[in-house]
């Protein structure tokens, strides 16, 4: 009962009359509860009405907000514009650094912009890279808005960016949270990545209920536990059996 309603009232604000009103009169800035959010001046009308709404990434920020430790550094691959960076920001403790991990430089624009305020108060760096198993450079695959991108994918543009592992991140880090959104490049991560030293990984997993399934498998393999899922968002904690 409580999904359908939640389908419904997504449905109704998001995808009907009101999203095209919400369209003509957002253009680059949108009020949410945590301020005033600037997008890339594609950004279709749902993602208006999500934002709007504070329905943008809610499974991700629930989550975090429920889970993320407070007392340990945090790395977020794939920040986009920075709504999720701040939601992470308030959940640490002062003093906890935040590294911000995006690959299209447009998006690092935004994400400087949207997380400026944050910024001046918490010690944290934006780094523009795409995230790889170990190669220098990626070919990125672009988005038809252009808001987001992949490794993966058969869009018609993508540029090549340059990359950065997340080993080569983590090397200072005597232990780390680990938040990625990175459009299906989690299971590379996972496979080719040192995640000895990671307490939580709150991950967005794409593709079929077999990958995800993999993918669980793939981290439980690390000695991570997994704790909670919402959606196609899940939450794995360090087992502290594991050596």
Known sequence: MISSLKNLIYRTLCLGPISCLIDRLIKCDVPTSNGWVRIPGQTDARTKCLLLFGLYENPERTLIRKHLPRHIDCIELGSSIGVVS???SKRLEPGRFLTMVEALPGNVELL?????KMRKKRPSRVICRAISSGAASVNFQISE???GGSIHGTCETSINLPAVTLDELTVDSPRFSLVMDIEGAEHEVVESSDLSRCECLIVEVHGTPQQARE???KAEGTGLDMIDRKHSVFVFVRNKETP
């Open 86 to 88: 701040n939601v992470i």
């Open 112 to 116: 400087m912009f949207n997380t400026e």
């Open 145 to 147: 808005s252009h808001r």
């Open 215 to 217: 993918f669980i498998s």
